[in-house]
C-alpha cells in the first residue's frame, strides 16, 4: 500500500471476493427455503472446491512478499543493524493485515478437509480476527494520517466496523440472510473504497484544488497548502463517500430483485405440516369409501340370512 497499486490490487481482490459472496448468498437465498438457509462463510465452487480460499492465500503472499521483500529498495525491510527503520514500520504494518488473511483462508481449507464439527464457527471466527486486525492497523497506522488520505482511512475504517460486526454476528446466527448480505455488501464496498483512494490519491489530474501530491518519508502523500483547502478537501471525500453509500444501496437491491427473478421463480416450496394433513385427509377419505363399500356389499348378505 502506499501507492496506487498498492491500493487498488488489494481492493480489487476485496471487490471480487465481495461480489463473490453477494451473488452465492442471494442465490441461496432464494434457492433453499427461509428456515433451511445457513450462512457459510465461503463458497467453493464446481471444479475447484477451494478457488476462493487459494485466491486468498495467493494474493496474501504476493501482498506479503511486495511489502517486505520486492518493494523496498534493498529487497528486505530491514536496517543495517537488523531494527526496523521508520520508513518501512508500514510496510510491516500492511503485510500483518495480509499475513491474518492467509491464516484464515488457509485453516479454513484445514478445517473443512478435517470435516471439524465446529468448522463453520471457527471459520467465522478467523475472518473476524482477519477484519479486527485490519481495523487496528489502519486505526492506529504509524503513518500521520492527517490530511485527505487520513480521511479516507477514517470512512474505510467504518466500513472496516462493519465488517467485523457483521462476521461476529454470523457466529449467533448463522441462519440470518440480512447479516450474511450486509457483511457481503461491506466486503464489496471495502474493495471499492480502496479502488477509488488509490486513483483518487495518486493520479495528480484528480487531486483536489489547492493541493498538491509530493515526496514525504519515501513515499508520496497528498498535502494542501492551506487549511481552506484541506477543509474543501475533506469536504469532497465525504461527499465522495456518501455517494458510494447510494449507489452500493441501489446496487444490491438491484441484485437481489434481478437474482430473484432468475432463481426465485425456479423454486416451490411445500409445508411439511400441510403434506402432512393432506395425507391424514387422504387416508381418512379411503377409510369412508372402504367402509361403505363394507355396508354395501353387507346388506345382501343380511337380506339372504333372513330369507
Not at 495528480?204 to 508520496?220: A, D, M, S, T
Request: hydrophobic share 45%; glycine share 8%; with cysteine.
Amino acid at each position: 500500500m502506499g501507492t496506487l497499486v498498492g491500493h487498488v490490487a488489494p481492493g480489487f481482490g476485496f471487490l471480487l471476493i465481495g461480489l463473490w459472496h453477494l451473488f452465492n448468498h442471494i442465490k441461496l437465498h432464494y434457492q433453499q427455503h427461509p428456515n433451511s438457509y445457513i450462512s457459510p462463510p465461503w463458497f467453493p465452487t464446481s471444479k475447484i472446491k477451494y478457488l476462493e480460499l487459494y485466491l486468498i492465500v495467493i494474493g496474501s503472499s504476493i501482498s506479503i512478499a511486495m511489502e517486505l521483500f520486492i518493494g523496498p529498495e534493498k529487497h528486505q525491510p530491514f536496517d543495517v543493524d537488523g531494527t526496523i527503520p521508520t520508513n518501512h514500520l508500514h510496510n510491516f504494518e500492511h503485510s500483518s493485515i495480509s499475513m491474518a488473511l492467509l491464516i484464515y483462508a488457509a485453516f479454513s481449507i484445514v478445517l473443512d478437509r478435517a470435516n471439524a464439527k465446529a468448522k463453520h464457527s471457527l471459520t467465522q471466527l478467523l475472518a473476524a480476527v482477519a477484519f479486527g486486525q485490519q481495523l487496528m492497523m489502519f486505526r492506529l497506522h504509524s503513518a500521520d494520517h492527517v490530511g485527505i488520505e487520513g480521511q479516507y482511512h477514517l470512512l474505510l475504517q467504518i466500513v472496516i466496523v462493519v465488517t467485523l460486526t457483521t462476521t461476529l454476528m454470523g457466529i449467533g446466527f448463522p441462519k440470518s440472510f440480512t447479516v450474511s448480505l450486509v457483511r457481503s455488501a461491506s466486503i464489496t464496498f471495502q474493495g471499492l473504497w480502496m479502488i477509488i483512494m488509490g486513483y483518487m490519491l495518486w493520479i495528480p489530474v484528480l487531486i483536489p484544488k489547492g493541493c498538491v501530491l509530493k515526496w514525504e518519508n519515501g513515499h508520496q502523500v497528498v498535502s494542501c497548502a492551506a487549511m481552506e483547502a484541506l477543509h474543501r478537501a475533506k469536504a469532497l471525500v465525504n461527499i465522495e463517500f456518501s455517494w458510494v453509500v447510494v449507489g452500493m444501496m441501489i446496487f444490491i437491491v438491484s441484485v437481489y430483485l434481478f437474482l430473484g427473478r432468475v432463481y426465485g421463480e425456479k423454486v416451490e416450496y411445500w409445508s411439511l405440516g400441510k403434506e402432512e394433513e393432506g395425507e391424514e385427509e387422504e387416508d381418512l377419505e379411503s377409510q369412508k369409501k372402504s367402509n361403505l363399500e363394507f355396508v354395501h356389499m353387507g346388506k345382501p348378505y343380511a337380506m339372504d340370512i333372513e330369507r
